[in-house]
């Protein structure tokens, strides 16, 4: 089992995107990792899916931080602690779990380690329709069309993230999806927004008490000029370009429905 996220792994070749600040790459079995050791967070992830042998295992591994970055460039146990954040999966635990079923185990339990989890309000992070509804939308893509998937997530390191326990605490995610559909590369971008969800003012986490949430499917292009990712050629075969979509058009998801692949 190789480690790392392959640029080959599609029938067209597809490097991982990347940041334009310093990164510290940490591969996995099927993904990798680049963290921003200033943010203490990924800056981008890319994970390699095989939708024609996923398997579905039972939940195994204990979060850990990564002996390989040092403790202060990792978001670790500490900011977790006595509030209402999730440690928040980026690469999902069951998007490299494919193939035998040791290696698949393996790759899952890989996922649990820190620089691999970003926070997130619990209620965004657990609701079926939100996170982990848009990243089960997508793999049921996967297995149902037995395609392979490559899947590139991060948080939105922005400025004005709010400091908490010495670290920003991310208000947005973005995701981009990419696969290939008559022998050319098609991809989706999305944004998941927890504004709303998050109040630090006081130095203390606390949700809002009428907070919600926003899920967009967005132009990929928007998603390179909002996080400063380069994304090649993921931008020129955004899917939206050919649904007459307006440049800089967000669509707001209600529900799986609305989601254009």
Known sequence: MTDGYEPG????????????????????????????????????????????????????GEWRLDPRAAEDE?????VYAR?????GHLVRRRDPGWGETDEARAAMEATFVYPNAAPQAARFNQGP??????????????????????????????????????????????????????????????????????????????????????????PVADIAALTGVDVGALAGADVLTTRAVRPGEWRLLQGAGDIVL
């Open 74 to 78: 990792q978001t670790g146990p500490a």
């Open 83 to 87: 509030n209402d954040l999730d440690r």
């Open 129 to 218: 329709e939100l996170w982990l509804g848009l990243e089960d939308h997508v793999m049921s893509y996967a297995e149902a069309t037995e395609q392979r998937l490559s899947v590139f997530t991060a948080p939105v390191l922005a400025d004005d993230d709010p400091p908490y326990r010495g670290i920003r605490i991310p208000l947005r995610f973005w995701k981009i999806a990419a696969w290939v559909s008559a022998g050319s590369l098609a991809a989706a971008g999305f944004v998941l927004d927890q504004t709303d969800l998050v109040d630090t003012a006081d130095g203390l986490l606390a949700p809002a008490p009428l907070g919600g949430f926003r899920t967009f499917q967005v």
């Open 9 to 60: 792994f599609l029938s067209v070749p597809l490097p991982l995107p990347l940041p334009a600040q310093a990164v510290r790459e940490l591969a996995y079995p099927r993904f990798t990792v680049l963290l921003d050791p200033v943010r203490r967070l990924a800056a981008a992830t890319g994970v390699n899916i095989d939708g024609r042998t996923m398997r579905d295992l039972p939940r195994t």
